[in-house]
């Protein structure tokens, strides 16, 4: 029997006052209008009898962060063709069977699957991890790719070992501090690819000699959170050095700042709220979703929705996906709500969880990376984001 088998998930949206009917048929809206809505509205697309992929319809690609989202949305919703089509699309096109990226997936391919790139995004493999792990333990193992725990392990270890032994490659992970890095063999960080919660399991499911690493590193990535979230506004950067701060150094590949809040720094509170919800622990990291929150719906409460330094200063741009900000801001309610955070914290808490109930999916070029996030908020609200 999983250890979790009786594990009980919080229902925020029960809390305030909806039906189970009404929640369940949100979900099915969701569901329905993500997968197979218009031309407008869907984000995936079948692709032959047995594959399909989604697209990040801002960039028009496919990317290891909507595949790998894609297939943990489908495995909580016991979608399994889809899971699988996901999956063999994945491996047929992204996976790196060769060379110094071997074991690694493509972060970024065009829609017919011709790769744009032959590097690796960190924050993929770890869902790829995961979502394979809840499959094997929701649906059974099945043979070559589809044999869903040996490919979790497969990937963790490659994670965590190339450059080993003579092996070609760098790992996504700084073996020293136990940090992942934003690609492989970078040396900084990103506050949004920190999930203790996922290697809490990987500690139980990975290869053996990999168990006691994981251990450590989702105890690393709580005491990371707390130095890498403004102690007043909760804000991270999106990218940040090894000891929290923001990181501000030129990059080779692009002229942007990304020691702001935008974007991927969206997913950090709704992390921590997960989290806290799987594995009730707290180092300090949730009193970054009560900042956040008050910052964001009391400071900024008639207009929260900007581009910001991570000390809360407004920067002129308005934030380009604003409804994953809403999103991640109001899934971090799981780390407030019933967490001793004070009665207003949690009224203020439920409060972000009904502004979220009220806002529609995201429409148009962007609703990509806006809708992933809003799925994932809807899952984790609704006690359906669940440890398989």
């Known amino acids: 029997m999983n250890i979790f088998e009786k594990k009980e998930y919080r229902n925020l949206f029960k809390e305030i006052g909806k039906s189970q009917e009404e929640i369940d048929k949100k979900m099915n809206e969701i569901w329905d209008t993500f997968f197979y809505g218009s ?32 297939m943990m949305i489908c495995v909580q919703l016991d979608k399994k063709e889809e899971f699988d089509r996901i999956w063999k699309w994945v491996c047929t096109y992204m996976w790196m069977k060769d060379g110094e990226n071997e074991g690694y997936f493509a972060w970024s391919c065009g ?3 011709s790769r744009n790139a032959d590097g690796a995004a960190p924050d993929g493999e770890e869902f790829f991890a995961m979502a394979l792990f809840f499959a094997s333990h929701r649906w059974g193992d099945g043979e070559d790719i589809f044999c869903y725990s040996k490919m979790a392990k497969k990937i963790l270890q490659a994670c965590l070992h190339k450059g080993e032994n003579g092996r070609m490659g760098m790992s996504m992970w700084n073996r020293e501090n136990k940090q992942i890095l934003f690609v492989p063999g970078c040396d900084f960080t990103d506050p949004s ?27 690393v990535s709580r005491y990371y959170l707390v130095k890498a979230c403004h102690p007043v506004t909760g804000m991270n950067a999106e990218y940040a050095e090894f000891d929290g701060r923001p990181m501000k150094r030129p990059l080779p590949w692009t002229d942007e700042r990304h020691n702001l809040f935008y974007s991927d720094a969206y997913r950090t ?33 008639d207009n929260p929705y900007m581009m910001y ?31 001793n955070q004070g009665e207003a914290a949690e009224q203020l808490a439920l409060e972000w969880v009904e502004r979220f109930w009220n806002e529609p999916l995201r429409k148009g070029t962007r609703r990509y990376y806006d809708n992933c996030l809003y799925f994932f908020a809807y899952l984790a609200l609704s006690g359906n984001y669940k440890i398989w």
């Open 309 to 339: 330094e991570i000390n809360g200063t407004v920067l002129s741009d308005t934030a380009l996906h604003p409804i994953g900000m809403l999103a991640g801001t109001a899934q971090g309610s799981l780390a407030v709500v019933g967490c």
């Open 111 to 113: 829609t017919d699957g």
């Open 269 to 301: 509170v709704a992390n921590i709220g997960l989290d806290y919800e799987w594995f009730k622990k707290d180092v300090g990291q949730i009193s970054a979703a009560k900042n956040l929150q008050y910052y964001l719906g009391v400071v900024r409460k």
């Open 193 to 219: 690819y920190h999930l203790p919660h996922f290697y809490e399991l990987f500690a139980l499911w990975a290869n053996e000699e990999d168990r006691e690493f994981f251990k450590e590193a989702a105890s």
């Open 39 to 70: 031309e407008e509205e869907r984000i995936y697309h079948p692709v032959g009898t047995d594959m399909g992929y989604l697209e990040d319809t801002g960039n028009h690609d496919v990317r290891t962060e909507g595949m790998s989202y894609g």
